[in-house]
């Protein structure tokens, strides 16, 4: 097991990348545009830092990630989400883009998939009403 004072950070120009084992949080901050090796690459990234490091939480803040190809949609919705609801994850928010077409990507993926996984998945406007909502005692399973 990481013991809390393993933080695993690190920064790359599309993307910074944050497991905090105090907050239980994994979190990825897009910075702009990254093409879809990459995208894939870091989500994929993301599943392995949930399940070896056991955190309950992400966030991922699309405000700078700019357009999702459709491809890529795809496969976030028929191969990413549903290896993500198999590490144990307990909640997810998304910091929606101002980008029309990541926005509407991500209403798709998440209208797709949230039927089917056991934890919830949240649009939120800002980080701080993202991590307000992932920390809150509330039950949120509904």
Not at 63 to 89: K, S
Request: charged share 25%; aromatic share 10%.
């Amino acid at each position: 097991m990481v013991a809390p004072s393993d933080l695993y950070e690190f920064d790359t120009p599309y993307v910074k990348v944050l497991a905090d084992p105090l907050t239980q949080c994994l979190s990825i901050r897009w910075k702009n545009y990254a093409p879809s090796g990459t995208y894939r690459s870091m989500l994929d990234t993301a599943v392995d830092l949930i399940r070896e490091r056991g955190l309950r939480y992400f966030l991922s803040d699309q405000r700078r990630r700019g357009a999702i190809l459709h491809a890529d949609e795809v496969w976030l919705a028929m191969d990413w989400v549903p290896r993500m609801a198999r590490t144990g994850l307990e909640r997810a928010a998304i910091v929606q883009s101002a980008d029309v077409f990541n926005s509407v990507a991500i209403d798709r993926v998440v209208g797709t998939v949230q039927p089917g996984i056991v934890f919830p998945i949240r649009l939120f406007n800002t980080p701080e009403e993202a991590e307000a909502w992932l920390y809150s005692p509330a039950d949120v399973t509904s």
